[in-house]
């Protein structure tokens, strides 16, 4: 009875510490051999191996422990290479339980062919790996000299068997749930840039700054199926909101003001000045049309250009929110790169806005040039033609005189057009400013200008050009219509707007004469200009008191 009890104690400590040894580790080789080393130690057996097989003839040596020579030369070949008696056992369904194997068919082979030395290891037994009644492989153990193993040992070997099966069926399923959570991963990546190179595929055809705008936070919210995306834009010396996604719907922003305090510290402008990216939730914005979004989890991502010698130069700011989670490192590495996108694109159409102004200055001056070189001169020739024939007649022929009075006071009069129309087409100089361009171009019309602007008010290159140009042409009008020399240029801001009124108090027109008159004055050629700066046009005239052309433009619109 002791004696019994000895071994089933034994049998109990040998299976305990097994299972320990399974724990320990999750992969599968490592964990198989760790486990065959500390079975032969408990057991005192001497030699053992581990075969994983699949459907005949595929098989897997996967553990070892202690091989005689003969087993281990050339790296093992003879475990590998060879079906033996105890696999073609497993593969026709005849090995069910734990087996002695009364010879060895590679332990043979090895001394019939002189391979080497087996220590005298002549049999071994061979259990089936199982669970759930699903077999996986065979385990074979072994001792020089042991040609037989007892009923009670073929018991204790099944149940380290038993045990075996769980642990490779437990590294298994996990071995699956890191390949799936790795393909998962891979597919999210995937996914990602899909998203991403759909968005950059947009942009990269617009030559709009506007649209440039709208399209991006339209297509990543509707692409990543995000709720808010909005770009900042640096104008200025601050940031303002120029495009928002939210509700489903995309739209252009004239200019989300700021709170009360002028410091703000969210993420958008803390992204923006110390030019990282920022993270948060329930942190409120600066901006009153993202108030809605300020529980989400948002990030903030900077716009900025790229320069080789000046470094990064800031350019705005990137805002993306969601409901469901903070942006993961690999989420801000691919928002990262799909950012310079974005700033490169912007910038792009900078240069292509610049482009276009060099060719249409080129153009202005070279029309400016062919204008002065001949239709100017000619006009002057048949001036002081038409004189010297007058002058000619007056006498013998006055009524023809009179006709070539006539001739000669017209061509001076175009003369003097041709002339407002060369000084009108040559390029603005924004090194003067507007209003000494305008004081200018006046003065050389004979018009005295005053000019009135109160606030400190800044444009953007575009609107400061359409400016000029309406400037110019509402000065002219008054050079020809309005019979009077002075004339008022006031700049004012109205709410989120810059408007310039040009005014005198000449002669003015009744508004019967509106229809034919506008036309007259070239208002057309105005309004098309406000409308390019997303600005209108406004005349007021009453007949003896002057006219008043009026045109407002968006504060800060970059167009």
């Known amino acids: 009875m002791y004696e019994e009890r000895t071994l089933h104690y034994k049998e109990l400590l040998i299976l305990k510490t097994i299972a320990e040894t399974l724990n320990q580790n999750h992969d599968m080789k490592p964990m198989l051999q760790s486990t065959l080393e500390k079975l032969l130690e408990l057991t005192g057996l001497k030699t053992g191996w581990i075969f994983l097989a699949d459907d005949e003839p595929i098989y897997h040596h996967v553990a070892d422990h202690n091989l005689p020579p003969a087993l281990a030369r050339n790296d093992k070949e003879s475990m590998r290479g060879e079906v033996c008696f105890c696999l073609q056992l497993y593969w026709r369904d005849s090995l069910n339980q734990a087996v002695n194997i009364i010879e060895c068919e590679r332990l043979h082979d090895s001394v019939k062919q002189s391979l080497g030395d087996t220590n005298n290891l002549t049999h071994h037994a061979t259990v089936p790996l199982t669970i759930c009644g699903e077999r996986f492989g065979l385990l074979n153990v072994g001792s ?17 068997a038993y045990q075996i099966g769980t642990a490779v069926e437990r ?17 999210y990546i995937v996914d990602y840039y899909n998203s991403t190179n759909e968005v950059t595929r947009h942009i990269w055809a617009i030559n709009n700054l506007r649209e440039l705008l709208l399209t991006v936070v339209l297509n990543i919210g509707t692409y990543f199926d995000w709720p808010t995306v909005a770009i900042a834009v640096h104008h200025g010396n601050r940031l303002l909101l120029r495009a928002l996604y939210d509700n489903e719907n995309a739209r252009v922003l004239n200019e989300s003001r700021l709170h009360a305090e002028e410091e703000s510290t969210d993420i958008i402008h803390q992204a923006f000045l110390e030019r990282t990216v920022c993270q948060s939730k329930d942190t409120p914005f ?56 974005i700033s490169l694109a912007m910038e792009r159409i900078r240069l292509y806005d610049e482009w276009q102004d060099l060719l249409l200055s080129e153009e202005r001056n070279r029309l400016a040039l062919d204008l002065h070189d001949s239709v100017n001169q000619k006009l002057f020739s048949l001036s002081l033609t038409a004189q010297g024939i007058k002058e000619l007649l007056k006498d013998e022929n006055p009524l023809v005189a009179d006709g070539i009075s006539d ?28 209003l000494a361009s305008l004081k200018e171009y006046a003065s050389k019309l004979g018009i005295h200008v005053t000019l009135q602007m109160k606030d400190d008010v800044q444009f953007t290159e575009k609107v400061e050009k359409t400016l000029w140009r309406i400037g110019q042409e509402a000065i002219n009008n008054v050079s020809k219509h309005a019979r009077t020399n002075r004339a008022t240029i006031k700049i004012q801001s109205i709410e989120d707007h ?11 027109f009744v508004p019967e004469q509106a229809e034919t008159k506008l036309v007259t004055l070239g208002i057309s050629s105005m309004n098309e200009r406000a409308a390019q700066v997303n600005g209108s046009l406004k005349i007021n005239s009453t007949e003896g008191k002057g006219t008043i052309v009026a045109v407002t433009v968006p504060r800060s619109r970059e167009n």
């Open 144 to 160: 020089p000299g042991k040609e037989h193993f007892s009923d009670e040992e073929l018991a204790l070997l099944e149940g380290v």
């Open 498 to 508: 810059i408007q310039m009124s040009i005014i005198d108090y000449g002669c003015g």
């Open 407 to 434: 001739i000669q006071k017209l061509s001076q009069e175009t003369l003097s057009e041709m002339r407002t129309l060369i000084w009108q087409l040559r390029p603005y100089s924004a090194e003067k400013g507007m």
């Open 171 to 187: 590294t298994r399923l996990l071995e699956q749930k890191e390949k799936l959570a790795v393909d998962n991963i891979a597919r």
């Open 286 to 341: 600066s901006f009153a049309a993202l108030q809605p979004s300020q529980h989400m989890y948002s990030t903030a991502i900077p716009l900025q250009k790229q320069e080789p010698q000046l470094g990064n130069e800031p350019l705005g700011v990137l805002l993306i929110g969601r409901e469901l989670s903070t942006f993961s490192g690999l989420e801000i590495k691919i928002l990262t790169t799909l950012a310079d996108h």
